[in-house]
C-alpha cells in the first residue's frame, strides 16, 4: 500500500519526503488554505518538491465549478504546470464527465469525495487513475465505514478496472491498518496521523523493560 500525505504545507512535506519516502501527495483546498500562500504559489512550490521522481500529487480543481468544460479546462491548465500532477474532482455528473474527458486526453485524475461504491463505480467506468473514498467523514456523520474499502475493491475486481483506491480521511491508525487488510492500494493522512501510528504504548513498555534489563546486565 503506497504511502501518500494529505497536505500542502512544504515544510511537512520536506518533512516526509526525507524521512519517510512518501510516495505521493494529495492536498485539497483546506490544505491550501491551511499553507497560508496563495493556490499558484503553492502548488508551484510542492511541483518543485517533486520534480524527477514519478510520485503522484493531486491537485483539485476549482470546487465551485459546474460546468464540465471548464473542469477540463482547468484541469488542462494545471497539469502543464508538472508531470506529477494528478487532476483532483469531486463527485457529480460533470466530474465524472471531466475525468472521462482528461483521461482521454493522457491527464491522470483522482475522484475525490467518494462516500458510495455506487460513486466509486461512476469514477471507474470513466477512467480516474484513483479514487478517493473518504473513511473519516464517513464515520463522523455515523455512517460505518468499516467495509467500504473492501466493497470498492470488489467492484473494480470484478469488472477489471485499473483504478487505485486511495483511502482518505484517515483519522487513525486502526483505519490504516484496517485499510491495508481491505486492499486499499493507497493511504493519504495527514503528518500527526502518521506519527501517532509509528507508536503503540506496548512498544514504549518493552523499550523500558529492555532498558532496565540492559542497565542490570554487565557489559563487558
Ligand atoms: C483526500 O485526498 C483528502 O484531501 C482528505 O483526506 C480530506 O480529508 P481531511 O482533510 O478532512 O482529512
Redesign the pocket.
Known sequence: MKL?L?SAKTDEISRALELWDVDGL???P??VQASGKSFRVAIEEIAELFKGTDKPV?V?VNPHITDWKQMVSEGLELSKISPNFVI?IGASEAGFKAIRELTAQGVRC?A??IFSVAQAWHAARAGAAFI?P?L??KEQHGDSASSFILEVRTMLENFGYESEI?A????NASQIGNASVDGAHCI???MA?YEDSFRNPYTNMGEKIFQDAWDATPQS
Open positions: 501518500f494529505d494529495t492536498t485539497n483546506k490544505h493531486s483539485e483532483k483522482n475525490t469525495l478517493s473518504f473519516g467523514w486511495i482518505a480521511a484517515i483519522r493519504t493522512a495527514g496521523v
